[in-house]
């Protein structure tokens, strides 16, 4: 059984040890890195989205930040009525 390449790295002994000098868990630490990682791809690629779609529909750029700031003004003043 080989070791996986992570566990095998400097880097990630180097990142293990200066998280427990921060009393921080390495695995935690990375899982949640990835994870926003994850979270700021998956936002530019609906951002690329948008802004294809904006292109395509005629309306400009600023056009749709209105938009969107419309709705979370309803829907803000909707959760107020409530």
């Not at 951002?47 to 003004?73: C, L, M, P, T």
């Amino acid at each position: 059984m080989t070791k996986d390449p992570l566990s095998a790295s400097p880097l990630w002994e180097r990142f293990q040890k200066a998280a427990r000098n921060q009393g921080r868990s390495p695995v935690r630490l990375l899982t949640n890195y990835m994870r926003e990682c994850l979270e700021i791809w998956e936002d530019q690629h609906l951002d690329q989205e948008i802004r294809h779609d904006v292109q395509r529909s005629g309306y400009r750029e600023e056009d749709a930040v209105e938009i969107v700031r419309h709705s979370r003004r309803e829907k803000r003043a909707r959760r107020a009525a409530s």
